[in-house]
Each structure stands twice: as C-alpha cells, then as structure tokens.
C-alpha cells in the first residue's frame, strides 16, 4: 500500500514509475506481479527538479523472492 500504487491491467505499478516503463511492461507481460521505483527521485513524474541520475525499475513477484532489475532510465 503507497501513495503512488496502482493496479495498471492486472499489475501493480508503484512509485513514480515513467509511463515509457509501464508501456514496455504491458506490450511485453512478463509472469511478474509488478514494477517499482523507489523513492521519489527528482525529476521523476509528478516529481520537480531534473533527473539527475539513472533510475531502477525493479520487478516483484508474488512468491517473496528478492526483487530483480525490470528496467533502467
């Protein structure tokens, strides 16, 4: 449960996650429950000042295992 959580056709998408991202993750659907960014880097949707640095994506799955790399921006 976030402030930045939303349900996006079957998959949770939290954070500030850039709407290229969440294209990728629906033309491609990978066996995922969904995508994260974490914290709320600047720059970042909805977010002030520049982009500063490369952004993670990380991909979650249902059954607890460590997070992986989705996406980098």
């Known amino acids: 449960e976030g402030c930045h959580t939303m ?24 066996a995922i429950a969904g995508i994260t960014l974490a914290g709320m880097p600047a720059g970042a949707p909805g977010m002030g000042g520049e982009k500063s640095e490369t952004w993670t994506i990380y991909a979650f799955t249902k059954d607890g295992k ?7 921006e």
């Not at 996006?8 to 990728?24: A, F, N, Q, S």
């Not at 460590?66 to 980098?72: E, L, S």
């Open 7 to 30: 349900m996006v056709d079957g998959y949770v998408v939290d954070g500030l996650v850039p709407v290229e991202i969440v294209k990728k993750l629906l033309t491609e659907r990978p």
């Open 66 to 72: 460590a997070p992986t790399v989705y996406a980098t």
